[in-house]
């Protein structure tokens, strides 16, 4: 096996085109949630639900997780931002944009993909997301 690998490319980055963004609302007494559906852009074949959390958080271990299946082509993924830069996306997302924003989630660890950016997994795998970065046009 480690042969075939050896065309391989591997990767720390996931670049997401967004296609809608909602606000979720889950119970009474909770903040919301923005969920970010987006179609890949560095990866082939796939999509991704990006679930964004306001409040502080621990940097240690990362900022949240991308979680990829084996045979799936949506990938989950959480993360918790500061409120003032939850607030500030959602005044950025809530505009008629000219084209879509896009999101790039930084890796802890790399991805092991093909020439044709295919996600190379044996198993269901989770990654630890160090950091996000938003592109979002404005004309």
Same mark, same amino acid.
């Given at each position: 096996?480690?042969?075939?690998r ?18 979720a ?16 852009k ?15 958080h ?10 990829i ?7 989950? @993924?959480? @993360? ?36 044709e ?5 044996e ?17």
């Amino acid at each position: 096996m480690a042969s075939e690998r050896q065309d391989f490319d591997s990767s720390n980055i996931v670049q997401v085109s967004v296609q809608s963004a909602e606000i979720a609302i889950i119970g009474h007494n909770t903040k919301p949630d923005l969920v970010v559906n987006g179609t890949l852009k560095n990866l082939a074949r796939g999509n991704m639900n990006l679930t964004i959390r306001a409040g502080e958080h621990a940097h240690v271990g990362g900022i949240g997780t991308l979680e990829i299946e084996e045979h799936r082509p949506v990938m989950q @993924a959480n @993360a918790a931002v500061a409120l003032h830069q939850f607030d500030h996306l959602l005044l950025l997302l809530r505009g008629s944009l000219p084209r879509p924003a896009s999101v790039i989630l930084a890796l802890q660890e790399k991805i092991l993909i093909s020439p044709e950016g295919v996600i190379l997994l044996e198993e269901r795998r989770k990654f630890n997301i160090s950091d996000l970065s938003w592109s979002i046009p404005i004309l």
